[in-house]
């Protein structure tokens, strides 16, 4: 059974045709089950519904295209890329390579529209800050990483 | 220089504890200062430039800026 229902499919696709004009790649690092084998310390509950819910997304638009990888038999690819937890979504359109954001945790709630926009940004390939704040961030020296916490309501 | 992650608290709970999250949302830069609630752009700004120590970038505002001509809308995505 699909997650997303008709009418919000429907918006997704609206939406999508009208934003959403150049590639973007989501990559999801996930843990698949082995001939439904789970070992212990590497379950992962919302793994499956995350990869149904960007599988869904995806199939959206022409331009959105998901890629899943597994946490440990991609290990390396997946420390390259900075990913330390499952399930994780990585995102970026067609003039970059990697993404230098990460989404922890199934979306659910707001969070799915935060994902969205953030999908049509990378699609436009431009920043929605303003430009002040553009041209301070340009100059930084240091790396700085901002977590987020939030909850799915 | 800016990374960025969105952390389902109740899916990391340790994650979560180890940063004391009991309210959303809840910034963490640079897994030391923290930024409660939802703040304005130049409020986050603000508080980046001070955990990294370069707040002059804010107060250079409106000076020239050297050669540092804006090129148009920078890709927050990709390295």
């Known amino acids: ?153 | 220089m800016v990374q960025a992650e969105v952390v389902e608290a109740q899916e990391f709970p340790h994650l979560s504890q180890a940063h004391q999250v009991r309210a959303v949302p809840k910034t963490i830069i640079n897994g030391v200062s923290e930024v409660l609630g939802a703040v304005n752009e130049r409020a986050l700004l603000q508080k980046v430039l001070s955990v990294v120590g370069q707040e002059d970038l804010l107060e250079e505002k409106g000076k020239p800026s050297g050669g540092d001509a804006d090129s148009g809308p920078t890709s927050i995505f990709g390295r």
């Open chain 1, 1 to 153: 059974m699909p997650l997303l229902s008709d009418q919000d499919r429907k918006a997704l696709e609206a939406r999508f045709k009208k934003d959403v004009k150049r590639d973007v790649s989501i990559t999801l690092y996930t843990v698949r089950n082995v001939g439904g084998l789970i070992l212990p310390g590497r379950e992962c509950p919302t793994c499956p519904q995350t990869e149904q819910f960007l599988t869904e997304v995806a199939a959206a638009s022409k331009h959105v295209h998901l890629t899943v990888k597994d946490f440990y038999a991609d290990a390396d690819d997946a420390r390259e890329h900075g990913v330390e937890r499952v399930p994780c979504i990585t995102l970026h359109g067609e003039d970059k390579e990697s993404s230098n954001l990460r989404f922890y945790g199934i979306p659910a709630g707001y969070e799915v529209m935060t994902l969205i926009e953030d999908i049509i940004a990378a699609a436009k390939g431009t920043s929605p800050l303003q430009l002040t704040t553009r041209k301070a961030l340009r100059r930084l020296e240091k790396p700085v990483q901002l977590q987020v916490f939030v909850t799915p309501t």
